[in-house]
């Protein structure tokens, strides 16, 4: 299917699964089929809308660089879930992302309480990037922009996503993210990339307002989103709870799918559907 929004369509295919629909958005360098390892263990729940971001996968390139990137994603996203709802006819939805899909969550949760029945992020920090991922980022979008995904690029985009075990042992999930950066609209991309890590912001606020069930996933090998800061932002939450992936960095549906998909299973059979 494809979703009209302010900044051109976005694509998303469906997975047959039980009547409750879980809509899933990606973590930024890659595109929804870095859900496929995932995919069939969360089907066995829920069917399964997975959307591919602005400038992946089938979506529209993003023509701009966007300031506040997270609220016109939001935007997006309610437009992502109330064209499911007319679609498949259903209420509100469960929402899964992965970074950028978590931060686009956590916004779309505070703004519309009434679309959402639960949230799961993963490896998604509630704090602005880094300063020291925003120089790396900086450094290497005018390299992307010139020679693609190759190089000091691609060295740079891999050991932030995959830890190095995943590196030496498991070429489809170095393909997961290389693939989709190597597209040959490398503009887009960069306009996409800049808006969404550049132009992060705070989401801590955005945390607190979020009234349905939460769970965020922290990992033990990304520095910028350790489980301490997600169990203090879980504090902070009406009815939030963290849990930690292990062996993973950026990416846990790639790297411990099973441990992921497992947990996210548990965690919507304990918040089932009330009558939507």
Same mark, same amino acid.
């Given at each position: 299917?494809?979703?009209?929004? +302010?900044?051109?369509?976005?694509?998303?295919?469906?997975?047959?699964?039980?009547?409750?629909?879980?809509?899933?958005?990606?973590?930024?360098?890659?595109?929804?089929?870095?859900?496929?390892?995932?995919?069939?263990?969360?089907?066995?729940?829920?069917?399964?809308?997975?959307?591919?971001?602005?400038?992946?996968?089938?979506?529209?390139?993003?023509?701009? +660089?966007?300031?506040?990137?997270?609220?016109?994603?939001?935007?997006?996203?309610?437009?992502?879930?109330?064209?499911?709802?007319?679609?498949?006819?259903?209420?509100?939805?469960?929402?899964?992302?992965?970074?950028?899909?978590?931060?686009?969550?956590?916004?779309?949760?505070?703004?519309?309480?009434?679309?959402?029945?639960?949230?799961?992020?993963?490896?998604?920090?509630?704090?602005?990037?880094?300063?020291?991922?925003?120089?790396?980022?900086?450094?290497?979008?005018?390299?992307?922009?010139?020679?693609?995904?190759?190089?000091?690029?691609?060295?740079?985009?891999?050991?932030?996503?995959?830890? +190095?075990?995943?590196?030496?042992?498991?070429?489809?999930?170095?393909?997961?993210?290389?693939?989709?950066?190597?597209?040959?609209?490398?503009?887009?991309?960069?306009?996409?990339?800049?808006?969404?890590?550049?132009?992060?912001?705070?989401?801590?606020?955005?945390a607190t307002l979020v009234e349905c069930p939460t769970l965020?996933?922290?990992?033990d090998d990304r520095g910028e989103w350790t489980p301490q800061?997600?169990?203090?932002?879980?504090?902070?939450?009406?009815?939030?709870?963290?849990?930690?992936?292990?062996?993973?960095?950026?990416?846990?549906?790639?790297?411990?799918?099973?441990?992921?998909?497992?947990?996210?299973?548990?965690?919507?059979?304990?918040?089932?559907?009330?009558?939507?």
């Amino acid at each position: 299917m494809y979703i009209t929004t +302010e900044h051109g369509d976005l694509s998303a295919r469906v997975v047959d699964g039980p009547p409750p629909v879980a809509v899933l958005w990606h973590s930024m360098f890659t595109d929804s089929r870095s859900w496929d390892r995932v995919m069939h263990t969360l089907a066995t729940e829920r069917t399964l809308v997975l959307v591919d971001g602005w400038s992946f996968g089938d979506s529209a390139d993003l023509k701009d +660089e966007l300031p506040d990137f997270v609220t016109h994603c939001a935007h997006a996203a309610v437009a992502v879930v109330t064209h499911v709802q007319q679609a498949l006819g259903v209420g509100p939805v469960d929402w899964l992302g992965s970074a950028w899909g978590g931060h686009v969550g956590l916004q779309l949760a505070a703004d519309r309480p009434d679309l959402m029945r639960t949230l799961v992020t993963v490896s998604a920090p509630v704090t602005p990037a880094s300063p020291a991922l925003r120089r790396q980022v900086r450094v290497l979008l005018p390299v992307y922009r010139a020679i693609g995904m190759r190089g000091p690029v691609r060295r740079g985009v891999l050991a932030g996503m995959l830890t +190095e075990h995943s590196l030496q042992t498991d070429p489809q999930a170095v393909n997961a993210v290389v693939g989709p950066m190597s597209r040959p609209h490398r503009g887009a991309i960069a306009r996409t990339v800049h808006s969404g890590i550049l132009s992060r912001r705070d989401l801590a606020s955005a945390a607190t307002l979020v009234e349905c069930p939460t769970l965020l996933f922290a990992t033990d090998d990304r520095g910028e989103w350790t489980p301490q800061e997600c169990a203090a932002a879980t504090a902070t939450m009406q009815d939030g709870h963290a849990a930690v992936l292990t062996r993973s960095r950026a990416l846990p549906s790639l790297e411990c799918p099973a441990e992921l998909a497992h947990m996210v299973t548990e965690f919507w059979r304990t918040h089932p559907p009330v009558n939507d």
